[in-house]
C-alpha cells in the first residue's frame, strides 16, 4: 500500500528554514495531489499548503502564506514544502498527504487525501 514518508524535520532557531520531503517507497507520487498538514501539541491539525497534479495550483493557509513554498517535480517525482521564517507557533508534526482529488482550494480539506505519512517534527526554539 502507498505510505508516504516525511523528511526532513528538525530543530531551527526562529526566523531559520527548513525543506521537508515526501515521497512512498515504491510508488510514484506523479498522479496525486499532494498536502500538508501539521499538528501542534494540544490543537488540531490543520492545513497547511497542497498542490496540484500538475503543479499548477497551490493553495496555502492564511499562517503560512508568503513564508512557505510547497513545490513539485513529476519528472524527478520529488515533492517538497520550503518553510522560511519560521516562528515558533510552527512548531508541530507535518505530515504528507496523497489524494486523487486536485488541489482546487479555497481551503485545504483533510478528507480529500487517502495516505498519510507519519510526520515529521519540527521544532522552533531558540
Known amino acids: 500500500q502507498l505510505q508516504p514518508v516525511e523528511i526532513g524535520g528538525g530543530l531551527v532557531q526562529p526566523g531559520g528554514s527548513l525543506r521537508l520531503s515526501c515521497s512512498a517507497p515504491g510508488f510514484s507520487l506523479k498522479n496525486y495531489a499532494i498536502g500538508w498538514f501539521r499538528q501542534a501539541p494540544g490543537k488540531e491539525r490543520e492545513g497547511v499548503a497542497c498542490i496540484s497534479r500538475s503543479g499548477v495550483n497551490t493553495v496555502y493557509t492564511a499562517p503560512v502564506e508568503g513564508r512557505f513554498t510547497i513545490s513539485r517535480d513529476n519528472a524527478k517525482d520529488t515533492y517538497s514544502l520550503q518553510l522560511n521564517r519560521l516562528e515558533p507557533e510552527d512548531t508541530g508534526v507535518y505530515l504528507c498527504?496523497?489524494?486523487?482529488?486536485?488541489?482546487?482550494?479555497?481551503?485545504?480539506?483533510?478528507?480529500?487525501?487517502?495516505?498519510w505519512g507519519q510526520g515529521a517534527q519540527v521544532t522552533v526554539s531558540s
Open positions: 498527504a496523497v489524494g486523487p482529488y486536485d488541489c482546487a482550494g479555497p481551503g485545504i480539506v483533510a478528507g480529500e487525501y487517502l495516505y
